[in-house]
């Protein structure tokens, strides 16, 4: 694995950099000597009533091009004498994807094909991506059977093992009762919503594209990411945006099932920083898992029910 210099991609776009994770990511770059483009449409569950102007915060880049992944003209325009593109541009939220079909599926992958058609075809300057991925594309993870099986992957859980309180996925082998454990990059994808099958789409895109056209890329499968700037009008950046919300109004934070569910939280500093190194490593595809590695159960945000 090789390590280069930034200072060889002193021109970079971030799709998607008007978002909390592209502007921590921008302060970084602009920090280390680099001039930051953004390409964004300025969605308004996102950004909200600003998203109507051009908030004070999109002053933040050296260059904001307002534009959308779906339409080649502002692909273009914001490409041009571009070294590397940082990909965080997406439709996000695993409960929207599933009667949003069509739309999540025009942007995440339709925009992404877009991107690697232009690089393919017309003359860039571009000679490394990092993609932004999600943990969603490994459905429940790794777990391990309590019998005798080892490590599988369960298929999703039923809806009449969670009417009958039956909290844990079982063994997709002999049926018994799995417990969780860490998912490596190894683990076999399975996508239980339609957000989750585009990210894993994104992916596949990427990293054979980038390996036929040999452009270094790098896919960040990103755990759930917080951090001061973080949407809080948006229900669908998560349960930090809900968490939040509800107790800022005073109102009880609802935890379902048995409280034990966890998530692991990652500081969207550290995501920056992450990314910045994958901008280092000229060692194409790279695929890595991005989180802190610490679980957070749900039960210290509020009372879980009895068992």
């Keep these: 694995m090789q390590h280069n210099d930034l200072d060889t991609i002193p ?99 339709g925009g992404t094909g877009l991107l690697w058609d232009i690089l393919a075809n017309d003359k860039t300057r571009v000679k490394k991506l990092v993609v932004a991925s999600s943990r969603a594309v490994y459905g429940e993870g790794a777990y391990r059977c309590a019998a005798r099986c080892g490590l599988v992957v369960p298929e999703p859980r039923s809806k009449s093992q969670l009417e009958s309180a039956h909290w844990e996925p079982r063994c997709p082998i002999c049926g018994e009762e799995a417990r969780p454990v860490a998912t490596s990059e190894a683990s076999a994808p399975q996508p239980a919503s339609l957000y989750a099958s585009t990210k894993l789409a994104q992916e596949t895109i990427s990293l054979t594209m980038g390996r036929a056209l040999g452009i270094s890329t790098a896919v960040l499968r990103l755990q759930n990411v917080y951090g001061p700037g973080q949407s809080l009008r948006n229900p669908y950046t998560g349960i930090i945006s809900i968490f939040s919300n509800q107790m800022r109004q005073n109102l009880p934070v609802n935890v379902y099932e048995d409280g034990r569910e966890s998530r692991d939280f990652v500081y969207v500093g550290d995501v920056a920083d992450i990314t910045m190194h994958a901008l280092r490593v000229d060692n194409s595809p790279l695929l890595v898992n991005v989180g802190s590695g610490c679980p957070t159960l749900f039960e210290m945000c509020g009372k879980a029910p009895a068992r």
């Design 11 to 109: 021109n970079i776009l971030i799709t998607g950099g008007a978002g909390f994770i592209g502007r921590h990511l921008t302060s970084r770059l602009q920090s280390a000597g680099h001039r930051v483009r953004w390409l964004d449409n300025l969605d308004p569950q996102v950004h909200g009533s600003e998203a109507a102007g051009d908030p004070d915060y999109t002053s933040a880049a050296d260059e904001m091009v307002r534009g959308d992944v779906r339409v080649r003209e502002d692909w273009q325009t914001a490409l041009e004498d571009v070294d590397a593109v940082i990909h965080l541009a997406a439709q996000t939220g695993t409960a929207q994807s599933m009667y949003r079909v069509a739309d999540y599926t025009d942007v995440n992958v």
